[in-house]
């Protein structure tokens, strides 16, 4: 716990007790006219089926949805219900310009990974951008894995909003509002919900008052077994909370929530594996010897595009399996004639292990193809992603405090803290940028032995993880103060106004560090030099596991025999014989070795920031409530901290949190942010609106290539529109225009042309002119290096180098609810958007610019016997270089241009039907790009054409749901058996998700099967 935020929370909380005696006193001893609800919270039960008239998120304060300028969905607890929504990521399917991990899938088996693992209840997108912030009851929180057993609604704010948090996403936030207890009747509730795959879902909610109007208690928890269409696959979710409600007065309430949550999970990433057997089988399933060179063509394709190197998964120890059962491995050997300080050998006698290819793995612009027929890999039964062993675990303590008080019918004040505290640990047994299948087409080992598993086929991983944990603690101060001057003066000009001013405090840390399997003991003879430490590289697995009987002669389908389904193939310290070259006996040797398991900590680094920071916000109604203003203003002043985690003698990470300590001054950041809107209601049933707001994030420091301070990223959006309000008030439509820019973004890509390409091909350069290579060629003067600064030392490799780009996101988003009848309701939500990134790699066009007026001095000379310098730049910097900096124009992938979603549900009231209600859904998804063909620029590099994207199919999901309810026990309980099929077209085809430049589909997912939950829900 932070104890300067906790000891503020206590002092503030204690100052407000004392400076009002009425927290003391009996209700019935209050003469004033009492208010109940706080302008700081909402009364979910106001909510009329899919529609809600009051949010406070778009100022803080509660405040009519018809007033807010901003762009905000409130899901209702009754709209949840229909759905069968259990969480956050089923909910925001249906929300207009949201994404998740049902809507859309990133391109490749690396795009889901958080942490190392596919984690896809915590992805989401809104506007094409980023992830939204998940917030609870607008405290920031580090678990995005939110179920619904304790939200009574979900807002979602798109776009930034500096009067929420002016240090936030400028994709918008995500906040759910947590029930409480009631102090004015018990009530209770359970739930059990059952699924075709197995799912066994159990609820409770029991809320007991303990004094009437005074003093509640309530409990809440959820059992959650969740099952997939993967047999290994799992989601076991245990929660539980309890709330407590206590008002001394009738002035002051003081509520608590505490949350403890663990999950063991083993999600699947619905991605089918990298293909290397279809295209190396066409070719006539070629091999190889580990010595060999392949040389000539085969159909036209150079040969040795048909294998790649087993080592290029980042790994050079060979663990291979051929019983899955098994408790490590048959035999280990390194995959390269390597000495122990993993220095390589000249290329005439390099000696490594391959594996079949795809032709195209590797290719710049090009994804690697993945199975699209499950005669290659099953899978639609067998998912890598979730193969026991890997795993995701966390385990979140969240508590919330709220004291809030009216001091009169205009002044109000909330006093809040919270501490919030997760632990998250994932594996993956085969990594996702590993996951493929291929065949071992080694007709040797590397020592020259016969190789046991030639023309197996495999699946190769290198076992991985990571590990976080996460500590936060938040305090704030909010009051409000409502001034009627058109009241207090008789005046119908001079307006209402409610004023809100905010003080916040926060600390946010993390401990984070990979975690990962490695081969033997400190000061080993098989690792010297830099090697000995455990955390170096040079120990990584390579884990082969031979899944499959060898291929014969002409044979394109393998025969698969099994997959690895051993929860521990690797247990801490089991010996193994690794067989490795050493260079001292000029041989290879056998030596025994521990295998150190996924618990060794090979890096980790400890970051803290802290937030402080004040705004005010004065919302104004005019014109006696047709024009509502909103002014709001924040100031954030940030102070950041990284530190590198020690490591032990034995080259671990030392787990002892206390070492991990900080040097030197933290690093400051200051901003302040404005939102501006307005709603003009021109009649009873038209209404526009205004909003213009910003935000912006803090990133840890880094420079340009110039050696400039790069700023963090930050947002401005701007919306407007109208809303229609019809039929009496059962139609209700917001139609919204934005323009969200997401500004300095950085650009990893860019950053690695930047720090390895670029000032690598100047090093070579300064190398050349120092060691006389071009004096024959040049003049004195010109055989003289000058840096871009202009000193004439060589280049030091700056740390933290990176450039930035933008990303424009613009359309329309819109929203609809219908109560045609008080039993009948509809709710329709689309949007139309782009995402455009711009501004690319400015300060690397800067520096090019700057800098090609001496590099065209040597442009002619030989760089080396086949190159010259001009042909090293091109190949060296200009391939990676130019298509980066194309980028501009080019559209987000993934991105529907459309997308639509609708619910309905009738509930019959009367009748033979009386009880039952029955309603669907609707999802719709336009065409997604998912990819470009190639062109080239007029200086005839190779870059994407952004004219001609390529565009995946338009996606439907259809859902249907049925409930009937009736009293039972006497009319002492209310009865609800409820079925929900969610994607009832679901089967378990592919989905492309990437088209490579040649017009092929190569990047896929696997469609989500249908699912029927059937729950019962007992009430009393």
């Known amino acids: 716990m932070n104890k300067r935020v906790f000891s503020t929370a206590c002092t503030v909380s204690l100052g407000l007790l004392a400076a009002n005696p009425t927290l003391a006193q009996d209700a019935s001893s209050a003469e004033e006219e009492v208010y109940e609800l706080s302008p700081f919270e909402v009364d979910a039960s106001q909510d009329s089926g899919y529609r809600a008239t009051t949010t406070i998120a778009g100022s803080r304060l509660n405040t009519q949805l018809k007033d807010v300028a901003a762009s905000v969905s409130v899901l209702t607890n009754e709209f949840l219900d229909d759905i069968g929504a259990t969480n956050v990521e089923e909910a925001l399917a249906y929300v207009a310009n949201a994404e998740t991990g049902q809507t859309f899938e990133a391109s490749s088996n690396a795009s889901w990974v958080d942490g190392g693992q596919a984690t896809q209840p915590s992805r989401n997108r809104v506007r094409g951008l980023t992830r939204a912030d998940t917030t609870s009851d607008f405290f920031a929180t580090s678990n995005p894995h939110i179920d619904s057993y304790n939200i009574q609604r979900i807002a979602v704010v798109r776009g930034p909003n500096s009067i929420l948090f002016g240090l936030g996403s400028p994709s918008g936030i995500i906040n759910y509002a947590r029930k409480k207890a009631t102090t004015n009747k018990d009530m209770g509730q359970l739930r059990v919900a059952l699924d075709n795959f197995g799912t066994v879902r159990s609820e409770i909610d029991f809320n007991r008052v303990l004094a009437e109007d005074k003093l509640a208690i309530r409990f809440m928890g959820v059992l959650n077994d969740k099952r997939f269409q993967y047999d290994d696959a799992h989601d076991r979710d245990k929660r539980a909370t309890v709330a407590l409600t206590y008002k001394p007065n009738e002035r002051t309430e003081i509520s608590f929530n505490h949350e403890k949550i663990e999950i063991d999970a083993n999600r699947p990433r619905y991605i089918p594996p990298e293909d290397h057997i279809t295209h190396w089988a066409a070719a006539g399933s070629p091999t190889i010897a580990p010595g060999e060179n392949p040389s000539g063509d085969i159909n036209g394709v150079p040969a040795a595009d048909y294998f790649d190197e087993l080592a290029h998964i980042a790994a050079r120890n060979g663990l291979f399996f051929t019983d899955m059962n098994q408790v490590g491995p048959d035999y280990a050997i390194r995959l390269e004639n390597v000495r122990p300080d993993m220095s390589r050998f000249p290329t005439s006698s390099r000696v490594f292990m391959r594996r079949s290819s795809n032709p195209q793995d590797g290719l710049n612009f090009y994804t690697p193809n993945h199975v699209t027929d499950d005669r290659v890999f099953p899978f639609r039964d067998i998912d890598l992603g979730s ?222 920031t802290e937030n402080e920071g004040w705004g005010v916000t004065m919302q104004s109604f005019w014109l006696d409530g047709k024009l509502v203003t909103t002014l709001g203003y924040r100031d954030d002043t940030i102070e950041g901290q990284a530190a590198a985690a020690p490591t032990t003698t034995n080259g671990d990470r030392d787990n002892d949190l206390s070492n991990w300590v900080f040097s030197g001054e933290p690093d400051k950041n200051q901003g302040d942010t404005v939102t501006k809107g307005a709603v003009f209601h021109a009649t009873d049933w038209l209404s526009v609106h205004y909003n213009e707001s910003e935000n912006f994030v803090v990133s840890g420091p880094a420079v340009d290539i110039l050696n400039r301070p790069v700023p963090g990223s930050s947002g401005v959006g701007e919306d407007y529109g109208f809303s229609l309000n019809l039929l009496e008030d059962k139609l209700n439509l917001k139609v919204n225009w934005y323009e969200t820019v997401q500004k300095d973004s950085r650009d990893g890509g860019l950053a690695f042309v930047a720090v390895w390409r670029m000032r690598g091909f100047e090093r070579g350069i300064y190398s050349r002119i120092n060691n006389g290579s071009w004096e024959e060629e040049l003049t004195p003067e010109q055989n003289t290096w000058v840096r871009w600064d202009g000193s004439t030392e060589n280049h030091d490799r700056l740390p933290n180098v990176t450039d930035v780009h933008d990303f424009l996101a613009k359309g329309v988003e819109i ?136 565009f995946g199919p338009e996606t439907w999901n259809l859902g249907l749901h049925a409930s009937y309810g009736r009293k039972i026990f006497n009319d002492k309980i209310d009865w609800k058996i409820q079925l929900n099929i969610q994607n009832l077209n679901g089967d378990n085809d592919l989905i492309p998700i990437r088209i490579n430049p040649d017009g092929q589909q190569a990047a896929f997912r696997v469609n989500r099967e249908r699912i029927y939950r059937l729950s019962n829900t007992f009430s009393f």
Do not use: C
Not at 394 to 399: K, P, S, V
Not at 505 to 529: I, M, P, T, W
Not at 815 to 829: D, G, H, S
């Open 387 to 608: 193969l026991p062993g890997s795993y995701q675990l966390q385990e979140t303590d969240y508590t919330q405090i709220l004291l809030r008080h009216r001091f009169s019918q205009d002044f109000n004040v909330e006093v809040g803290f919270q501490k919030d505290e997760t632990l998250r640990e994932n594996n993956a047994v085969i990594n996702p940028r590993t996951s493929m299948i291929a065949v071992d087409v080694n007709e040797t080992l590397t020592d020259g032995s016969v190789n046991p598993n030639f023309m197996r086929p495999f699946v190769v991983g290198r076992e991985q993880g990571r590990q976080d944990i996460d500590r936060n603690s938040a305090f704030r101060v909010q009051a409000s103060y409502e001034l009627d001057l058109d009241e207090k003066f008789d005046s119908g000009f001079l307006g209402r106004h409610r004023f809100a001013a905010l003080y916040a405090k926060s600390e946010d840390e993390n401990y984070g560090g990979s975690l990962e399997n490695v081969v033997g003991s400190l000061n080993h003879e098989a690792f010297v030099g830099e090697n000995a430490l455990l955390q170096n590289p040079g120990r990584r697995i390579a884990a082969i596991y031979y899944v499959g009987e060898a291929l014969a002669p002409g044979q394109q389908y393998p025969t698969f025999t099994g997959f690895p389904n051993n929860q521990d193939l690797f247990p801490n310290g089991v010996q193994t014989t690794l067989r490795y070259y050493d260079d001292e006996v000029d041989g290879w040797v056998d030596s025994s070795v521990p295998i150190e398991s996924a618990s060794t900590r090979i890096n980790g680094s400890r970051d803290l």
């Open 815 to 950: 929203e609809m609810t219908y109560n045609p009848t008080k039993n009948w309701r509809f709710r329709l939500a689309g949007s139309k958007g782009e995402t455009i990134q711009t501004n690319s790699g400015l300060a690397t066009l800067e520096y090019m610019a700057l800098r090609e007026p001496f590099w065209e001095t040597f442009w002619d000379l030989p760089w080396s016997s086949s190159r010259t310098v001009r042909q090293q730049f091109n190949a060296a910097v200009g391939e990676a270089l130019y298509p980066a900096l194309a980028n501009d124009g080019r559209t987000r992938l993934d991105l529907a241009k459309w997308n639509w979603n609708f619910v309905t549900n009738y509930k019959f009231t009367d009748g033979r039907f009386k009880g039952f209600s029955a309603g669907g859904s609707v999802r719709w998804s336009d065409k997604r790009s998912i990819g470009y063909p190639l062109t080239t620029d007029s200086e005839g590099n190779l870059i994407t054409d952004l004219q001609n994207g390529y």
